[in-house]
């Protein structure tokens, strides 16, 4: 698969099939450890927007090219923002806003879950890269930075002041974006920032095999989990989100037949194949009754 930056002369995003039913995502710009310009968010937006509808990806992996996940802002080569001739320069930044937004809204509400293999710096807008990821898993040499603060602005952009207290904890993530420090990935797992650290070498493939279990469960399952982790993060209520969760668990279990096929496979001790159907006969037995 190709993505839309293909047809320029240097592809700034890539996006391969490594293994069955996954897809990996590169940003593709090492010489400037993969910064968040408009010439590579545009084509990052659109390729997520492919993927989202091709029904062969169950599963999406996201990295940077060379020694960086993503060094955030680009301040020396910021590229192009589509759509804002004749706009003020109030209007112009407010749509360049706009519009890495929507690449941190894509990621989250991708239909497949997203895996963030952070390979190295995840600083400022790439922090928010890897927290806007469903699962994020570090090399060793990985390290994050909230780095507005150090830059004489804000530490909080693209939802940042959001995801990070909901992932490691409102006294943590208040330490880190106001000191500006550097989080190494042996205390990003400690505190909960990444799933797991392993070895520089081998973070691709500890990802593929978490993205093979991943695509190996329901469709069905496996996206309406990613729903309902999302929005028990925003619930109201516990009970509230229980009845949201139980109706997914309804949905799944009375319209296909994975329950069976788990129990089946169980007993036969085999791997179970959730087909996400209900055999026809099985559907209309009640019917013919």
């Given at each position: 698969m190709q993505s839309v930056s293909d047809q320029s002369p240097q592809t700034l995003v890539l996006v391969d099939r490594p293994r069955p039913h996954v897809a990996l995502?590169?940003?593709?710009?090492?010489?400037?450890?993969n910064s968040m310009a408009f010439d590579v968010m545009v084509p990052l937006k659109a390729a997520l927007e492919e993927l989202t509808h091709d029904n062969d990806?169950?599963?999406?992996?996201?990295?940077?090219?060379g020694r960086g996940f993503s060094s955030g802002a680009d301040h020396k080569s910021a590229g192009s923002v589509p759509h804002v001739a004749g706009l003020t320069r109030p209007t112009y930044a407010l749509r360049s806003m706009e519009l890495l937004d929507d690449v941190i809204l894509a990621i989250r509400k991708l239909h497949q879950p997203v895996i963030a293999a952070v390979n190295g710096a995840a600083i400022g807008g790439g922090l928010c890269l890897a927290l806007a990821c469903d699962v994020r898993v570090?090399?060793?040499?990985?390290?994050?930075?909230a780095a507005g603060i150090n830059?004489?602005?804000?530490?909080?952009?693209?939802?940042l002041s959001y995801l990070?207290?909901?992932?490691?904890?409102?006294?943590?993530?208040?330490?880190?974006?106001?000191?500006?420090r550097d989080v190494d990935a042996v205390e990003a797992e400690r505190i909960g920032l990444v799933s797991r650290t392993v070895p520089d070498d081998g973070?691709?493939?500890?990802?593929?095999?978490?993205?093979?279990?991943?695509a190996s469960f329901s469709r069905p399952g496996i996206e309406l989990t990613k729903r309902t982790l999302w929005s028990?993060?925003?619930?109201?209520s516990l009970e509230g989100h229980m009845q949201a969760e139980g109706l997914g668990q309804l949905y799944v279990r009375l319209l296909t037949a994975n329950f069976e096929e788990a129990v089946a496979a169980r007993?036969?001790?085999?791997?179970?194949?959730?087909?996400?159907?209900r055999l026809r006969a099985e559907s209309t037995a009640g019917e013919d009754e």
């Open positions: 995502v590169t940003l593709n710009r090492p010489e400037r450890m990806i169950r599963v999406v992996v996201l990295t940077g090219a570090a090399a060793t040499g990985a390290y994050f930075r830059n004489g602005l804000t530490a909080s952009e693209l939802g990070l207290p909901k992932a490691i904890g409102t006294s943590r993530a208040f330490e880190i974006m106001l000191t500006g973070l691709l493939n500890a990802c593929y095999e978490m993205a093979e279990r991943m028990g993060l925003e619930a109201g007993a036969g001790k085999r791997s179970p194949v959730f087909t996400d159907e």
